[in-house]
């Protein structure tokens, strides 16, 4: 008996296919004549840079030491009018 897959073989994606002439010439008439596509897509969707990368990183750790700043100073508020003073 042969071992038959349970699900059909999915077809090759788009992006591993060989380009054929006839595709090439169809990209080429779609495409505008300065940029190709995929440059014009980058161009579009630019990755932030180190800096922006930073400064969005500051901004998180900023808030996170505000929230741990204010909960220091309500528990140093809470002890100071516990009974706990007393051990100090």
């Given at each position: 008996?042969?071992?038959?897959?349970k699900y059909p073989?999915p077809p090759p994606?788009?992006?591993?296919?060989?380009?054929?002439r006839?595709?090439?010439?169809?990209?080429?008439?779609?495409?505008?004549?300065?940029?190709s596509?995929s440059s014009?897509y980058?161009?579009?969707?630019?990755?932030?840079?180190k800096k922006?990368k930073?400064e969005?990183r500051?901004?998180?750790?900023?808030k996170?030491?505000?929230?741990l700043?204010?909960a220091?100073?309500k528990l140093?508020?809470?002890?100071?009018?516990?009974?706990?003073d007393?051990?100090?």
């Open positions: 008996m042969l071992a038959t897959p073989t994606s788009p992006r591993n296919k060989k380009r054929t006839k595709d090439k010439e169809q990209s080429s008439q779609t495409s505008s004549p300065g940029l596509e014009e980058r161009a579009k969707k630019k990755k932030p840079g922006a930073l969005k500051l901004k998180k750790l900023n996170k030491i505000r929230k700043t204010f220091v100073e140093t508020h809470v002890f100071s009018l516990s009974k706990f007393m051990f100090n």
